[in-house]
């Protein structure tokens, strides 16, 4: 008989849940050397979305441009990261306080998950980050 069953890790922590539940996790990593806006690395996931990756990509544009000030989508495309197709949306925004903001999503599916990586930072300071928040998202391995 199967079990009803399974166990997740979570750094040091390990839980045993129900098969029926879904790992809806949010890492958050954060860069302590600025002044003027916290740099970070969201890592989030949900149950994947039927359909096309891109259309639900650009789908969220709208629900992001509610929720944050003076939003403007910069850019967008499909690409590889590893070996797993994604889509990425460039976003710049105002955030709470006032400080405009630069942010990459890069959706990628990964069997049954939705995986959403988020690198934000002060649009001031993007061009002097840029090659650091790419390395950090190159430095991601999906498993699955």
Known sequence: MASDKQQL???DVQVTVPSSWIDVSIVSLAGTDSRVFQPSLVIAREEAPGGK?????KSQVSDFSRQVRNHKLVGQ????????????????????DGVEVFQKQYFVISGPELIV????????????????????????????
């Open 117 to 144: 990586l988020s690198v934000s930072c002060a649009l001031a300071e993007y061009s002097q980050r840029k090659a650091q928040l790419e390395q950090l998202i190159k430095s991601i391995k999906i498993d699955g």
């Open 9 to 11: 890790r979570f750094h």
């Open 77 to 96: 495309k499909d690409i590889k990261l590893g070996d797993k197709d994604a889509h990425v949306l460039e976003h710049n925004f105002a955030s709470p």
């Open 53 to 57: 990756l891109s259309a639900f990509a």
